[in-house]
């Protein structure tokens, strides 16, 4: 779609604004013609002349002139200032009513532009982000359409620009249309000229979309990546990158402003120049009666006067009209739905599980790629049971999961729920009974309650409490200062990792899903979140459907079956011990690769007496170091004899291993604190 068409296609969308537009441009050009043709005879009959050189002009100006005959004496004069007066008012009031609507529409315009992009936004599928940046689908909803809106601005005042010099050169026609053509073909030449300055504003609003596109999405990447940019000290190359980017925007900035600038001068000149010579082929033209001639000539060269800073302005309009242009091509690129991935969508209803999930022969490539990456998968997944997926990293795990809600749709094979394809299903319905929990759980800025009971607003304090309790999450929601009221910051940074995991937990208990998929981590947690975590998704997984993402193995011994993948296919499935029963197969071998790299010891503390003592007469932020090092384990050992003291470990064997740790974490900080006090003599006071 060009941009002209999808202005055209929106305009269309309020046809009533825009015939009113047009009616009150019309109007107003109207207005303003007979107001500055009736001023010069007016002038003439101010001055005592009786016009009887305008009825010697063209036979329109005749007749419309003698329409004042009927009035006998000065009240002609009175009559003809008083059309002049109207005709001015009308002309102002009209403008006035026009500037208005014409706003409205633009604005009108833009809203519809941003509500289409923003279905478009929530309607395209997920691999439409992962090839574009947000940043720079942030710069188009904001920047480029609002620089369109600018562009919409314009063409509606060009238009108005334009009925006037239409009116203004309808009344030179009258007045002469020997001038007229000469008129017209220089003001052509001035418009041409403008053609130069028009090409390169063009250019320049390419530059600037590009700039501000650039700007916008280092900008969000940042702000994004802040932790990483502070703990890496990139401060200083990433103030300057945007640095970089201000500057180049600011530049082609100035150089659409100076281009715009030089327009207005060269067409005053021009201007001039074209009057001056209209001047002397009028002389030419009419020189056997210029006595006769001198008023219609001077009616003619006010209304040309008038006429030049239309033209002037409809230059001006053209340079900014093509310097927002290229925004309006890039807005209209996209909203084109044709070139965007969006599925179609069935129209089942999904109500209920009856007999679960089947992943029929199914292989998949993403999108632009060739290589598949699940390839002929087959895994049933009956009601109510877990099925666990593991296997090394890339294997295809979270694209199995990715399938399921259908992020994407499969190039061979289906996934089917009772049998029914789910291409067939209306998508909402099945992700109304869908949850997914996974690893990096994104929570709103918004307080405690707003997150667990987002998608289900309906839910009641005892419901939301209830979700809480069974996620493990009660006890420290109640130490927030403000309880479920509390405000958890900008995706939950005032949170811990454990913290936010078991919040989400709440909202899928809460959404209480037919269906779950579990990207289940854990593994980044220390014991005692992971305990109260592990807790939590076995309270969410009790007879639920579920797809669980497995990273360590400890934790999927209970699912109904495990699916161990590798390079695209499932190549083991059974449950933990018929898995464990063939040692030589992939399952056995991961098994036995976790838990031989599991260190003895989960703290693991410097006991190293010279380390301690460089420690301990380094700077004072390395001794703080030091200090927070020993009490974030000596947390972590607290923690494990907690679980420990409340029965919360299943199996003895844990309990012993958990035992074990504790002894030999505290037998390390015993060693830490004689070595402290060894060299605390040597640490000077501050
Ligand atoms: N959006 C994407 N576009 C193209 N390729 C992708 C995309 N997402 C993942 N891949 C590729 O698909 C393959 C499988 O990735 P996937 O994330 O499913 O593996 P995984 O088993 O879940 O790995 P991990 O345990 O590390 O999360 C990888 O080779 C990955 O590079």
Redesign the pocket.
């Known amino acids: 779609m060009s941009a002209n068409r999808l202005l055209l296609k929106f305009a269309l969308r309020y046809p009533l604004l825009v015939v009113s537009t047009v009616v009150l441009s019309f109007s107003g050009a109207l207005f303003n013609g007979v107001s500055t043709a009736l001023i010069v005879p007016l002038l003439l009959g101010f001055l005592g002349e009786d016009g009887v050189a305008l009825k010697k002009g063209p036979p329109i100006l005749a007749q419309f002139m003698s329409a004042f005959d009927r009035f006998p004496g000065d009240w002609r004069f009175i009559a003809m200032l008083g059309a002049v007066l109207l005709a001015i008012i009308l002309k102002n009031a009209t403008n006035y009513v026009s500037s208005l609507v014409g706003s409205y529409l633009s604005r009108s315009l833009v809203n519809g532009m941003r509500l289409d992009g923003l279905q478009l936004l929530l309607d395209v599928d997920l691999d439409f982000y ?1 090839k574009n940046k947000l940043g720079n689908i942030v710069n188009l909803v904001n920047q480029e359409i609002a620089r369109t809106s600018g562009a919409i601005r314009i063409a509606i005042g060009m238009f108005t620009n334009v009925m006037n010099i239409f009116i203004f050169i309808v009344i030179l026609l009258i007045l002469s249309w020997q001038l007229t053509l000469a008129a017209t073909g220089l003001l052509a030449i001035v418009s041409f000229s403008n053609q130069y300055f028009i090409k390169r504003a063009k250019g320049f609003g390419k530059i600037l979309s590009q700039k501000s596109a650039a700007y916008t999405s280092k900008l969000l990447e940042i702000l994004a990546g802040i932790r990483l940019v502070k703990t890496v000290s990139r401060e200083e190359q990433e103030y300057q990158k945007i640095e970089g980017y201000i500057r180049e925007r600011e530049k082609a900035e100035l150089q659409s402003q100076a281009n715009y600038a030089a327009i207005s001068p060269l067409n005053e000149i021009l201007g001039i120049l074209t009057v001056l010579s209209i001047v002397l082929i009028g002389r030419y033209l009419f020189a056997d009666r210029i006595d006769a001639i001198s008023t219609i000539m001077l009616m003619y060269l006010l209304t040309l006067f008038r006429l030049i800073p239309f033209v002037g302005n409809l230059n001006g309009a053209r340079s900014k009209f093509a310097n927002a242009a290229p925004s309006s091509e890039i807005v209209a690129d996209f909203l084109r739905r044709d070139n965007k991935p969006i599925m179609k969508r069935g129209h089942l209803q999904y109500e209920r599980l009856e007999k679960g999930i089947h992943f029929e022969n199914l292989s998949f490539a ?1 999108p632009g ?1 060739v290589d598949l ?1 699940l390839n002929e998968i087959d895994l049933w997944i009956p009601k109510g049971k877990s099925i666990a997926l593991v ?1 090394a ?7 199995m999961a990715d399938l399921l809600p259908r992020f994407y749709d499969p190039d061979k094979g289906r996934i089917t729920l009772d049998g029914k394809d789910l291409r067939d299903f209306d998508i909402r319905s099945v992700h109304q009974a869908m949850g997914v929990v996974s690893q990096d759980t994104f929570l709103f800025n918004n307080t405690v309650r707003y997150n667990i009971s987002y998608g289900r607003e309906d839910a009641t304090e005892e419901q939301i409490v209830d979700a809480t309790k069974r996620a493990n999450a009660y006890e420290f929601i109640n130490q927030l200062p403000d309880g479920l009221d509390t405000d958890i910051g900008d995706r939950g940074v005032m949170l811990s990792g454990g913290q936010r995991q078991r919040l989400a937990i709440a909202r899928a208990l809460l959404r209480d899903p037919d269906i779950l998929i579990l990207d289940e981590a854990t593994s980044a947690l220390d014991t005692v979140s992971e305990r109260l975590v592990q807790q939590a998704i076995d309270e969410l997984c009790r007879e639920r459907t579920t797809l669980v ?1 497995a990273h360590r193995l400890s934790t999927v011994q209970k699912a109904y079956q495990i699916a161990v ?1 590798e390079k695209g296919q499932i190549v083991e499935l059974g449950n933990h011990e018929e898995l464990l029963k063939n040692q030589d197969g992939h399952y056995a071998r991961l098994y036995n690769m976790q838990f031989s790299d599991k260190p003895k010891s989960r703290i693991v503390l410097p006991t190293n007496e010279a380390l301690i003592r460089t420690s301990l007469k380094a700077s004072h932020e390395l001794r703080k170091r030091f200090s927070y090092e020993v009490r974030s384990r000596l947390n972590a050992m607290l923690g494990s004899l907690r679980l420990l003291s409340d029965d919360l470990i299943d199996t003895p064997e844990e309990q012993q291993e958990l035992l074990e740790e504790s002894y030999e974490s505290a037998m390390q900080l015993l060693k830490m604190t004689q070595s402290f006090e060894e060299n605390a003599p040597k640490i000077p006071l501050r």
């Open positions: 992962s993403y790629q990456v296997g990293s890339g294997a295809g795990k979270s694209t993402i993948m």
